[in-house]
């Protein structure tokens, strides 16, 4: 079977559209989160979307292939909390692992299901790996600046636990996506690192997606895009890019730059426009591919997808719109040292 380093050669990739979106559809109440087993839980649960993983299994896979249908070449594990520093907002700190093993057999089975379908265009796992709820940059107490509620150390043990499962599970790659710190990406990163150095096997590719926060142009951490893409670069990559806070329009400068920066494959997938005042979203699926499509002919990306607010039917119109263009070319890196 092809690898996703093959299929990229030969087309732009897609990935899959919002789970939390998908989610809220099912309108999902406290005991639907709970399910038999966590009936008894001390704290509220409502709104732990990763722990669906195990207890409402069905509806996770049921979105997964939801977003398989409508053309999606890669689909992300609902692990974007899946680390104990995030479980432990629900004192769920022991599942975590539990929960990236069972997030990646869920997805893993649903790919598989539809590669065995159609060989030649082979579905790809990705394990995702979210920001977590604490940064390593910036001091939660506006009163002391040198303050950090997490060490570096305790970052990359919960990335690390958190990769084991994801691996064991059955992803096909590693995305470290919706970056905002980088520090807390390269915990990420050298926690993926030194699992593959602890187990002896070989490394699956990474990914990584940060996010510009605002007209900036910068992370919430501060950094250019082109000093965050130089600072995570060192990873040999499979692809970097960009998600989440901008909507396409607002997103595609920052493209078109890292598009003509990066030695590996670009990514994109941005929030279906700028949230309204209820804080939905409102941009319709062929809007998005519409600003999708313009950054395809342009030579910018070799995958997109979209973040919050988008749908099945969001990458259904996206897969439909670059379909027929050539993915961006891998740019000749000269060598300036050796």
């Given at each position: 079977m092809k690898t996703i380093y093959d299929v990229l050669?030969?087309?732009?990739?897609?990935?899959?559209?919002?789970m939390g979106t998908m989610i809220q559809r099912h309108k999902l109440e406290e005991k639907d989160y709970r399910g038999e087993r966590f009936k008894?839980?001390?704290?509220?649960?409502?709104?732990?979307?990763?722990?669906?993983?195990?207890?409402?299994?069905?509806?996770i896979e049921g979105?997964?292939?939801?977003?398989?249908?409508?053309?999606?070449?890669?689909?992300?594990?609902?692990?974007?909390?899946?680390?104990?520093?995030?479980m432990a907002d629900y004192h769920m700190e022991e599942l975590s692992y539990e929960l990236n093993i069972a997030a990646a057999k869920?997805?893993?089975?649903?790919?598989?299901?539809?590669?065995?379908?159609?060989?030649?265009?082979?579905?790809?796992?990705?394990?995702?790996?979210?920001?977590?709820?604490?940064?390593?940059?910036?001091?939660?107490?506006?009163n002391n600046p040198g303050f950090r509620s997490v060490t570096f150390d305790e970052v990359t043990s919960a990335y690390y636990e958190q990769v084991k499962g994801l691996v064991e599970g059955g992803a096909d790659l590693l995305l470290i996506e919706t970056i905002f710190?980088?520090?807390?990406?390269?915990?990420?990163?050298?926690a993926i690192k030194k699992y593959f150095r602890d187990t002896h096997q070989p490394e699956l590719p990474i990914s990584i997606s940060g996010t510009i926060t605002d007209a900036s142009g910068r992370t919430l951490s501060g950094q250019t895009?082109?000093?965050?893409?130089?600072?995570?670069m060192h990873a040999r990559p499979l692809s970097i890019g960009l998600n989440c806070a901008l909507g396409a329009n607002e997103m595609r400068a920052h493209i078109e730059e890292l598009s003509q920066i990066a030695s590996?494959?670009?990514?994109?997938?941005?929030?279906?426009?700028?949230?309204?005042?209820?804080?939905?979203?409102?941009?319709?699926p062929e809007e998005t591919a519409h600003f999708i499509e313009e950054w395809a002919e342009n030579g910018f990306v070799n995958i997109v997808g979209g973040c919050c607010g988008t749908t099945p039917d969001h990458i259904r119109?996206?897969?439909?719109?670059?379909?027929?263009?050539?993915?961006?070319?891998?740019?000749?890196?000269?060598?300036?040292l050796v």
């Open positions: 050669k030969e087309r732009i990739l897609i990935i899959d559209g919002a008894d839980w001390a704290t509220d649960l409502k709104g732990n979307n990763d722990l669906l993983c195990l207890t409402q299994p069905d509806i979105i997964h292939r939801q977003y398989l249908d409508a053309g999606a070449d890669i689909i992300e594990t609902n692990t974007f909390n899946s680390q104990r520093i995030s869920i997805a893993k089975k649903a790919a598989a299901d539809f590669t065995a379908r159609n060989p030649d265009k082979p579905r790809f796992v990705a394990g995702a790996i979210g920001p977590m709820s604490k940064t390593l940059s910036l001091s939660p107490d506006v710190d980088t520090l807390n990406a390269k915990a990420a990163i050298f895009l082109e000093a965050f893409y130089v600072s995570v590996c494959y670009t990514s994109a997938y941005p929030n279906a426009g700028l949230p309204n005042a209820m804080g939905e979203y409102d941009e319709q119109h996206i897969a439909q719109h670059v379909a027929a263009i050539k993915p961006r070319l891998l740019p000749v890196v000269e060598k300036e």
